[in-house]
């Protein structure tokens, strides 16, 4: 979950059954995509938030990113409260209606992010998320070819006598010109059938698959559904709120999960400007 410092905006997030570093830039990728490319990235100390390709994502879209210190729980406050506020205003609903899929999950969650979190006027700031958050104007997103180079991922490898690399227990061709080179290998978690070779910073070709075993990493998020309470009675208040937003949208709008750029698939600190 991203939450913006200064206006408390709940900037985007999603429900999923693991945390680990891609499902971590799955909500960043998303997060940037819908608002802009944030000044600093304010996370804790988990394993997923200290990864070498989180660290490029940030690098390449020109974030600092900052951790928290270890056994300092203060300046994470703010995420406690709205943690908080989740459970006890949007979750009672959702336990109470019962959700079939994830994508239904986080389709419900983020309509009521819009319609209902960004819209209360805050206890502190006495104004809306999104009033505050927009004050100064819409936010300038981010060149989406930027954004595509910033969520690939990058690994090290020496070329073999016979001009391949192996990665995640695929084996590619390369150039020739490269053997006994080492090289970074540039490749999209979701579809390793396609990597970009660099040597020495500058372009190298690419990695021709010789043998595919995997053409997805495991890291990549795979969502299943949660349980589902067939007997909630009561009204589908998560259901006005999705119907809500939807109007407030227009028709024929996509779904919050449509968001997200093709090929991408946890919960993150707090995201300040």
């Known amino acids: ?3 913006d410092d200064y206006s408390r905006l709940l900037v985007h997030a999603r429900w999923m059954e693991e945390e680990n570093t891609r499902a971590g830039q799955d909500v960043l990728r998303a997060g940037v995509t819908r608002r802009g490319v944030p000044e600093h990235l304010y996370l804790d100390n988990g394993a997923p938030y200290r990864s070498s390709q989180l660290e490029r ?8 990113l900052v951790h928290s210190r270890p ?26 209606a019962g959700i079939e899929s994830f994508a239904e999950l986080n389709d419900s969650f983020m309509a009521w992010a819009e319609q209902v979190a960004n819209t209360r006027v805050h206890a502190e700031t006495k104004q809306t998320p999104i009033a ?17 180079e910033a969520f690939r991922w990058s690994s090290s490898r020496r070329v073999t006598k016979t ?20 090289v970074e290998l540039l490749f999209d978690p979701e579809d390793l059938s ?21 053409h997805v990493h495991k890291a990549v998020p795979q969502a299943g559904p949660p349980e589902r309470h067939d007997d909630a009675p009561g009204v589908d208040y998560l259901g006005l709120v999705r119907l809500a937003d939807e109007q407030a949208q227009g028709a024929g709008q996509i779904a919050y999960r449509e968001l997200e750029l093709p090929g991408f698939g946890a919960e993150t600190d707090e995201e300040a400007r």
């Open 1 to 3: 979950m991203l939450v």
């Open 57 to 64: 994502s940030c690098a390449v879209l020109g974030v600092h």
């Open 71 to 96: 056994y300092a729980p203060q300046g994470r406050g703010k995420q406690e409260r709205l943690n908080r506020y989740i459970r006890e205003r949007f979750l009672t609903e959702a336990e109470a």
């Open 132 to 148: 505050r958050f927009l004050a100064e104007g819409p936010p300038q997103r981010p060149d989406p070819a930027l954004v595509r």
């Open 163 to 182: 001009a391949t690399v192996s990665l995640f227990a695929n084996r590619y061709q390369v150039d020739p010109a490269l053997v006994g080179r080492r």
């Open 194 to 214: 396609v990597i970009d070779v660099v040597c020495d910073g500058a372009p190298a070709g690419a990695a021709v698959p010789f043998v595919i075993d995997r």
